[in-house]
């Protein structure tokens, strides 16, 4: 038996020591809080991605009656940049949320975002830089990988049956 442990490396930034261009991309995270359509969990998220071209996408969650018909923010952005900027890699993620008192939550991307972050990345073949906005700072954290160890990521494609 071995024992073997992980460890995450990860930056906390007061938001006036957060480099200019990472507080512009964080900006557009806490504006695009006002588009989220959320009549049932009153949680507003925002999220902005900078891409290789200078291109900003941005996405706020997006609700539905059958409650798992909604999407999050950070895949409402990374879908939209995966059909918009089909071939350019994306570079960062900034995620703000506004809570339902109006409060400012540290946020962190759920499972399922975390997934579509993981083959984001590799199909951009650049590290993502996370920003997450929340109360006592701005944590910085390179790459995806440290947010989902044991991944099933994209290199069991390999194992899959094509005829299957
Ligand atoms: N949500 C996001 O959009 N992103 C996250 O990182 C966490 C959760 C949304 C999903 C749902 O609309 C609401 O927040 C409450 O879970």
């Known amino acids: 038996m071995k024992e073997v442990s992980l460890s995450l490396d990860y930056h906390i930034y007061r938001l006036a020591e957060l480099p200019a261009g990472y507080a512009g991309l964080l900006a557009r995270a ?5 588009n989220a359509y959320i009549p049932y969990s009153g949680f507003r998220v925002g999220c902005a ?8 996408v941005t996405g706020s969650n997006q609700e539905n009656v059958a409650y798992p018909s909604g999407l999050c923010a950070e895949r409402v952005a990374l879908f939209h940049a995966g059909h918009a900027y089909p071939h350019i890699p994306v570079l960062a993620i900034a995620i703000s949320a506004v809570a339902s008192d109006g409060s400012l939550p540290f946020v962190s991307p759920c499972g399922a975002c975390r997934q579509v972050l993981l083959e984001t990345e590799s199909r951009g073949g650049k590290t993502i830089t996370i920003l997450l906005d929340g109360p006592e700072g701005v944590v910085r954290i390179d790459g995806v990988q440290g947010l989902l160890p044991f991944s099933f990521g994209t290199d069991y494609r390999s194992s899959f049956n094509p005829k299957g």
């Open 49 to 56: 991605l900078l891409l290789a071209n200078g291109a900003v």
């Open 30 to 34: 806490r504006e695009a809080t006002e």
